[in-house]
């Protein structure tokens, strides 16, 4: 027996940057996890992925990842995406460079 389908969000990484990103409903890759497109429905999730996919010039690396629904928008169910969502691990790049004074 197979296992039920949970949300999903597409995220890769910018090709260029090497930023964690995530594919919008609008179909832009955005650096915040809340603005991704939470996918309900396992074909559309494939069919998302492979259109991340082919975005060969401006992504690596894209997958689907569980997330559910928050407030403010899809949120990340496991601790590497919540980690993801934070960017570099060290404070001077990225999405860290904002917490270098707290």
């Known amino acids: 027996m197979s296992r039920a389908f949970t949300p999903k969000v597409v995220t890769a990484n910018a090709l260029r940057a090497g930023d ?43 997958y689907l990842a569980d997330a559910r629904p928050g407030p403010k928008g899809p949120e990340p169910t496991h601790f590497r995406e919540a980690f993801r969502t934070r960017g570099p691990s060290n404070y001077a790049h990225g999405k860290q460079a904002d917490y270098r004074n707290v």
């Open 20 to 62: 964690v990103v995530y594919l919008a409903a609008d179909d832009r890759w955005t650096p915040h996890h809340h603005e991704a497109e939470l996918i309900e429905d396992e074909a559309h999730a494939q069919m998302r992925l492979l259109h991340a996919n082919a975005q060969k010039l401006v992504v690596v690396g894209a």
